[in-house]
């Protein structure tokens, strides 16, 4: 590594002495820089094998929903001990300490869980952490189903940034909440909300092209006749068909495969 010397005037090879943190110059010894921050990882890691970048040197981003940001710090107990931490005074002290958050936090982890099982993206994923600190911040919710409310956070989220999911789908990730309580759920966060901000909850709009392209790839279909089944409900939105859309895009689904060679029962489509 060369720098400027202003003693040599000119360039010269510096040697860093990591003990002391100082950048000396090679050729007269004078102290280019004293006490600098070794930024590099304190351990060895192969993830910088070949180059400075090391993602593991950095922390966890910042979550404004908690109230410390989400970068407090837990001491875990020692190793070998049971409950004499947890009746220890510094147990005692962060466990006081992390009430305010511990439930916010259980909730964030389990609205992740669903969000990846479902595969839906971070943007849903926080838009649903969104809705449950407020509906959570509103001190109304105690004594309810908290899976349904958790799973209906996360259909609003899905509602609201136009990746809608079917509450089946949502009910087969929530941890054994109902098709029936996820919809009460549904109906009383949107009370809330409404409440909260004095004017109706914008849910978006559902559509049967939103739903085709999975139910196609669920079903094994190939590309051609995925294809022609997306024609085929783009074509039906020019007609007034009041059914719900899950319905309409299952129907043309069934039509599409009893036309092709790729026949499916109906009890596939639903």
Request: a neutral charge.
């Given at each position: 590594?060369?720098?400027?010397?202003?003693?040599?005037?000119?360039?010269?090879?510096?040697?860093?002495?990591?003990?002391?943190?100082?950048?000396?110059?090679?050729?007269?010894?004078?102290?280019?820089?004293?006490?600098?921050?070794?930024?590099?990882?304190?351990?060895?890691?192969?993830?910088?094998?070949?180059?400075?970048?090391?993602?593991?040197?950095?922390?966890?981003?910042?979550?404004?929903?908690?109230?410390?940001?989400?970068?407090?710090?837990?001491?875990?107990?020692?190793?070998?001990?049971?409950?004499?931490?947890?009746?220890?005074?510094?147990?005692?002290?962060?466990?006081?300490?992390?009430?305010?958050?511990?439930?916010?936090?259980?909730?964030f982890k389990t609205i992740g869980v669903m969000s990846d099982r479902l595969g839906l993206v971070a943007t849903?994923?926080?838009?649903?952490?969104?809705?449950?600190?407020?509906?959570?911040?509103?001190?109304?919710?105690?004594?309810?189903?908290q899976d349904a409310i958790l799973a209906a956070c996360l259909y609003i989220a899905c509602r609201q940034e136009?990746?809608?999911?079917?509450?089946?789908?949502?009910?087969?990730?929530?941890?054994?909440?109902?098709?029936?309580?996820?919809?009460?759920?549904?109906?009383?966060?949107?009370?809330?909300?409404?409440?909260?901000?004095?004017?109706?909850?914008?849910?978006?709009?559902?559509?049967?092209?939103?739903?085709?392209?999975?139910?196609?790839?669920?079903?094994?279909?190939?590309?051609?006749?995925?294809?022609?089944?997306?024609?085929?409900?783009?074509?039906?939105?020019?007609?007034?068909?009041?059914?719900?859309?899950?319905?309409?895009?299952?129907?043309?689904?069934?039509?599409?495969?009893?036309?092709?060679?790729?026949?499916?029962?109906?009890?596939?489509?639903?």
């Open positions: 590594m060369d720098a400027y010397c202003s003693d040599c005037k000119k360039s010269t090879e510096v040697v860093f002495d990591h003990s002391a943190g100082d950048m000396v110059c090679s050729e007269c010894g004078l102290v280019l820089e004293s006490h600098s921050i070794d930024e590099t990882s304190e351990w060895r890691t192969f993830a910088n094998e070949a180059g400075d970048n090391d993602p593991v040197r950095v922390g966890g981003p910042t979550n404004a929903l908690l109230s410390d940001g989400g970068l407090s710090t837990v001491i875990s107990k020692p190793n070998g001990t049971t409950s004499d931490f947890l009746t220890s005074s510094l147990g005692r002290w962060q466990n006081r300490g992390s009430n305010a958050d511990r439930s916010l936090i259980l909730a849903i994923k926080d838009r649903a952490n969104e809705i449950y600190k407020k509906v959570e911040d509103q001190k109304s919710s105690r004594g309810r189903n136009d990746k809608p999911r079917t509450v089946k789908e949502i009910c087969s990730v929530a941890n054994g909440a109902t098709k029936k309580e996820i919809g009460r759920a549904k109906e009383y966060i949107v009370k809330q909300l409404e409440l909260e901000m004095g004017q109706s909850v914008e849910m978006g709009t559902i559509h049967a092209g939103n739903f085709m392209r999975r139910f196609c790839s669920n079903l094994g279909m190939t590309n051609q006749t995925v294809k022609a089944a997306q024609e085929a409900v783009k074509k039906s939105e020019e007609f007034d068909i009041r059914r719900s859309p899950i319905s309409i895009a299952a129907a043309v689904i069934y039509i599409v495969t009893q036309l092709s060679e790729e026949k499916k029962p109906v009890k596939g489509n639903e």
